[in-house]
């Protein structure tokens, strides 16, 4: 099966067709797919603050990334079902979209600092190493190329 | 006499070079600030309402993470006007642009609403679940933020 006919298949399944023909589908499964994002993003910034030594210093980083990991991991599943939703219902901009692609390594790659930094951070002791705040920092940056990565899929159809 | 003006402001050469070459790079700038303020904010409130960090104070909480809030929010002003001047007649007279601007309003009223009168007697609750007002001004904002979110996404759908 190529790509090409992959897509048109996927184009004509009930749920795309349904979508597709749905008024406001799209826009609104993007709605969701921000707010989810928002939300993952500034606990993302908290998380690696805190294993920088900043921010909310106050609560132990174990007990944090206690809290705040979980959340991101949730926020991570609704971003997964509502941006398969969005590849579904318009499977022509993403499939042949060199920067969805893109998107996709550095998503990727975001999940696994999630892993490792969520790992570190649960017996993270002491003062932050070098390594460990360097992470934060690539982390947050991964994110941040994630976000406009996604927005410029829009640009590049 | 409006109409005249922003005219003129989107024929200026900073709004041609906007809606002709830098959109894109302005609006993931936009993306970013906004996840940022939102997102800080749903921590913020989710607190607010007493479901989300209770082993924190509510100040603590909001000292930590609202400048967080307030520097994405003049980014994304910042980065709005840019884009808003780029169409400033197509904005202007689009429905979800003036949802928007009004939820936005509705918002900042909440909170300064919030911070003249709940937030006065936060000595009593600062640990503890915060009362009625405080768990409504948490949901309110969450709500009028989610919209302002909703209607900046349909803006791109109706201009």
Redesign the interface.
């Known amino acids: 099966m190529t790509l090409q006919s992959f897509g048109h298949w996927l184009e004509s399944t009930a749920l795309s067709q349904g979508l597709q023909s749905t008024h406001?589908a799209i826009?609104?499964i993007?709605?969701v797919h921000?707010?989810a994002?928002?939300?993952?993003?500034?606990?993302a910034?908290?998380l690696s603050l805190r294993i920088a030594g900043r921010?909310?210093t106050?609560?132990p980083v174990p007990?944090l990334a206690g809290?705040f990991v979980p959340a991101i991991w949730s926020c991570l599943a609704v971003l997964l079902i509502s941006g398969t939703l969005l590849i579904v219902a318009e499977p022509g901009r993403a499939i042949f979209n060199k920067v969805f692609y893109t998107k996709m390594v550095l998503v990727l790659l975001a999940v696994s600092f999630t892993l490792w930094l969520s790992a570190v951070a649960r017996r993270q002791e002491g003062k932050p190493t070098r390594l460990r705040t360097t992470a934060a920092v690539l982390y947050m940056l991964i994110w941040?190329s994630v976000?406009?990565a996604?927005?410029?899929i829009a640009?590049m159809v | 006499m409006i109409s005249e003006s922003l005219q003129w402001l989107q024929g200026t050469s900073l709004a041609v070079a906007v809606s002709e070459q830098w959109f894109p790079y302005i609006e993931s700038v936009h993306v970013i600030t906004m996840a940022l303020v939102a997102g800080t904010l749903f921590i913020v409130d989710t607190r607010l309402m007493g479901i989300t960090s209770k082993g924190v104070t509510f100040s603590y909480l909001s000292e930590r993470l609202l400048p967080w809030t307030w520097w994405a929010f003049g980014g994304s002003v910042i980065t709005g006007t840019l884009m808003f001047m780029g169409n400033a007649t197509g904005y202007y007279d689009n429905t979800c642009f003036r949802w928007k601007m009004s939820l936005m309003l509705l918002a900042g009223l909440n909170m300064a609403c919030f911070q003249r009168v709940t937030f006065r007697g936060v000595a009593a609750w600062d640990s503890a679940r915060p009362p009625l007002a405080a768990r409504l001004a948490g949901i309110l904002s969450i709500v009028l933020w989610s919209g302002v979110i909703g209607f900046g996404r349909w803006i791109g759908f109706t201009t």
């Open positions: 406001g826009a609104d993007q709605i921000i707010l994002l928002a939300t993952l993003f500034a606990l910034l908290n921010g909310l106050a609560e007990s809290r941040m976000i406009v996604g927005r410029f640009y």
